[in-house]
């Protein structure tokens, strides 16, 4: 690594946000290359913080040979965990985590609009109707959660005032936090599904995960279950989905995400009964870009110094592993 390293970033930074990241890095060169400049600017860098939502020819990237590292301004990897990135040496961070209280809030909102009804209201709202209908409880209810990394756990914290009975499951099944009655490995999902009357969705996209829950996996959970899928779109099959709500096997469901973005005008989502879409809204916060950009600092210093970065990517699994450490059990 030169000793003065080149940073592109692709998040929307204003001016102050580069002048803290050139604090934390006095002799490195920045470069603020957006959506429009990224795919030029990258086989040039040295370190790269963003979001590339545009084609990026990572293989050339790879090839030019400079890039060292690479933090992902988002908690999912799949704009970068490409084979070429895969197998090079690069190192990758991901933001996990650092926008959970808000994902937190976004996925109780899409819980309570489906068992409060909060949809059908506003419907009844806009024809002048004023008619009671059953809802459903929160409370007490069994949740599974798919996914107990930085998101995950933080809405732990959030359910657990409600009394619900959670269920979880994550590909390292450790530090299991007291409001969590199991933890368990991915292969123990099949036996959660009946158990649950809400499945939320948290997991990353990876090969293992993508269509993780098709029809089989939705056949397997209890006749009026809720669905909910803050994670990434194509965890869940869409047709899949439709058909359960078509059917009524699905009670309701609350999608922050889509397989895909936007979906399609002819896409099947849009007419789908019970269903609330948000457009992917579950990781916006007044301080998103303040709170990126002392992560993205914290890590550059941890870079430079040479010490362990935090939210380091397993580039073979597609997700950090958990930090080392005794159980969460307890505080």
């Given at each position: 690594?030169?000793?003065?390293?080149?940073?592109?970033?692709?998040?929307?930074?204003?001016?102050?946000?580069?002048?803290?990241?050139?604090?934390?890095?006095?002799?490195?060169?920045?470069?603020?290359?957006?959506?429009?400049?990224?795919?030029?600017?990258?086989?040039?860098?040295?370190?790269?913080?963003?979001?590339?939502?545009?084609?990026?020819?990572?293989?050339?990237?790879?090839?030019?040979?400079?890039?060292?590292?690479?933090?992902?301004?988002?908690?999912?990897?799949?704009?970068?965990?490409?084979?070429?990135?895969?197998?090079?040496s690069i190192t990758?961070?991901?933001?996990?985590?650092?926008?959970?209280?808000?994902?937190?809030?976004?996925?109780?909102?899409?819980?309570?609009?489906?068992?409060?009804?909060?949809?059908?209201?506003?419907?009844?709202?806009?024809?002048?109707?004023?008619?009671?209908?059953?809802?459903?409880?929160?409370?007490?209810?069994?949740?599974?959660?798919?996914?107990?990394?930085?998101?995950?756990?933080?809405?732990?914290?959030?359910?657990?005032?409600?009394?619900?009975?959670?269920?979880?499951?994550?590909?390292?099944?450790?530090?299991?936090?007291?409001?969590?009655?199991?933890?368990?490995?991915?292969?123990?999902?099949?036996?959660?599904?009946?158990?649950?009357?809400?499945?939320?969705?948290?997991?990353?996209?990876?090969?293992?995960?993508?269509?993780?829950?098709?029809?089989?996996?939705?056949?397997?959970?209890?006749?009026?279950?809720?669905?909910?899928?803050?994670?990434?779109?194509?965890?869940?099959?869409?047709?899949?989905?439709?058909?359960?709500?078509?059917?009524?096997?699905?009670?309701?469901?609350?999608?922050?995400?889509?397989?895909?973005?936007?979906?399609?005008?002819?896409?099947?989502?849009?007419?789908?009964?019970?269903?609330?879409?948000?457009?992917?809204?579950?990781?916006?916060?007044?301080?998103?870009?303040?709170?990126?950009?002392?992560?993205?600092?914290?890590?550059?210093?941890?870079?430079?110094?040479?010490?362990?970065?935090?939210?380091?990517?397993?580039?073979?699994?597609?997700?950090?592993?958990?930090p080392t450490g005794?159980?969460?059990?307890?505080?």
């Amino acid at each position: 690594m030169t000793s003065s390293p080149r940073i592109v970033l692709c998040y929307p930074v204003e001016p102050r946000h580069v002048a803290q990241i050139q604090a934390s890095a006095p002799t490195a060169t920045i470069v603020d290359a957006g959506q429009e400049r990224v795919a030029a600017e990258l086989p040039g860098a040295d370190i790269f913080c963003g979001h590339p939502k545009v084609p990026v020819p990572w293989p050339e990237v790879v090839a030019a040979g400079r890039l060292r590292w690479i933090q992902s301004s988002a908690a999912g990897l799949d704009h970068c965990l490409v084979p070429s990135v895969v197998d090079s040496s690069i190192t990758v961070t991901s933001a996990s985590g650092v926008l959970a209280d808000q994902v937190a809030e976004h996925t109780l909102a899409l819980v309570t609009a489906c068992t409060r009804r909060i949809p059908l209201f506003l419907e009844q709202q806009a024809r002048r109707e004023f008619v009671r209908r059953p809802t459903r409880d929160l409370t007490r209810a069994t949740v599974v959660i798919v996914g107990l990394g930085g998101n995950g756990r933080r809405l732990v914290e959030v359910l657990a005032p409600f009394r619900v009975r959670i269920l979880a499951t994550d590909w390292f099944p450790v530090r299991k936090p007291a409001a969590v009655e199991f933890l368990g490995g991915p292969e123990t999902l099949d036996d959660l599904l009946p158990e649950a009357d809400i499945l939320i969705l948290c997991a990353p996209l990876t090969d293992r995960t993508r269509g993780m829950i098709d029809a089989a996996a939705i056949a397997r959970l209890k006749p009026g279950a809720i669905l909910v899928n803050l994670a990434r779109g194509p965890l869940v099959v869409e047709d899949a989905l439709v058909d359960a709500l078509e059917s009524g096997h699905l009670d309701s469901a609350g999608i922050d995400v889509t397989p895909e973005e936007p979906p399609a005008p002819s896409s099947r989502l849009w007419a789908a009964p019970r269903l609330v879409i948000t457009p992917h809204v579950g990781g916006q916060a007044a301080n998103r870009i303040d709170a990126m950009t002392d992560f993205f600092c914290d890590n550059l210093s941890r870079y430079l110094s040479g010490r362990s970065l935090e939210n380091l990517v397993d580039k073979r699994l597609g997700f950090p592993e958990p930090p080392t450490g005794p159980s969460d059990e307890h505080p």
